[in-house]
Structures are given as C-alpha cells and as structure tokens.
C-alpha cells in the first residue's frame, strides 16, 4: 500500500474528488489509505497554488509588464517572472489601463494620416489589453468556482466523517453494553457456581 500519492499524481487526484468521487474510492484507485488522500486534498500546494510566500515587490518596468500581458502572458505568470505577488501585477495593469485610456488622442479634422494611424495603433492596443482582462477576469472566475466546489466537497467528506464517527462511537457504546452484560453474566455464573460447591 502506498504511503504517500505522487506530486506528479496531485492534481489529477483533486479533479477526481472535486467531480465527486469519494475519498475511499479513491483510497482504493490510488492504492493507498483514505488518511493518505485526505491528507494530499489538504495540502495547500494542491487546492490553492499561492503566491503569498513572494513579498510585494513594486515593478520597475510597467511597460513591459503590458507589453507581456497583452502578449498573452497570466497574472500569475507574470508575479512568477516579476517575483512579486498578483496583486501587485494586477495593481500595475490597472494604473497602465487607465493611463492608456486617459492617454488615448483624440482625432479632428486637422488629423493627419499618421496620427490616425498612431491613434488606431493605440486603441488596437487597448482593445488586446481589455481581452487579456476580461480572459483573466474568465480565469478567476473559473478558479473560484473550482475552489467553491471544492470546499463543498471537502465539506461533504466532513459530514461523511462525522457520520463514520458517530456510527462507530455507537457501535463501541452497544459493544460495550455486550461486554458488561457478559461480564455481569459471567460474574453472576461464577458467585452461583462457587455457592453452590458450599
């Protein structure tokens, strides 16, 4: 029986349980104890990758952050290459949003082909921009949803063991009253034999 499930094996195993399968059925599937399971389901590295442990480094270069983001790159990706925290990544892409539309020109009438050219260049730039967010928005979403099916599940698997608890604090409760009564029988069996041996 394995002792442990495999980091490669984690998040396969998260999906299962998150789609319903249950614990002791995965216990069964992945060769190993139910303890096992519950204990990978637990571990934070498995439901919620992090960046808490990366302090809040402010980011030098916010033009090349966007240039980055609009290329396709996450939020998280990018807390990664930045080493600082996704707050701070969406923090900067905020500000850069705003100063992109609040830099945006405005065309008249003595526009020249260049500057609509620049202008459209411009607006291109900030339509990429506002896919990436709403793609990211989309993401977030997705996880929260995943993390909101997950707590339902673990607190379903809570129930579960509280359930298996009480069933066996019961069972022990009955055999218990068994013992006592045989012991009370056995007691009674033995007073009567020894009277009557007087």
Known sequence: MARTIERNNEQRLLERFVNGESVPKLAQAYGTTEQIVREALLRPSVYSPTDQHRPDIPIANEVELIDRFVGG??????????????????????????????????????????????VNAQTDYINRYTKQRDAETARVEARINFLKRYTDRMNEETERLNDETRRLNDQTERNVEGIMFLLVIGLIAVVLLLTSHL
């Open 73 to 118: 790159e996450s939020i998280s990706d990018l807390a990664l290459a930045y080493r600082t925290r996704e707050a701070q990544v969406s923090a900067a892409l905020d500000r850069a949003g705003e100063r992109m539309h609040r830099s945006l020109e405005v065309l008249d009438e003595t526009s020249t082909d260049e500057d609509i050219k620049r």
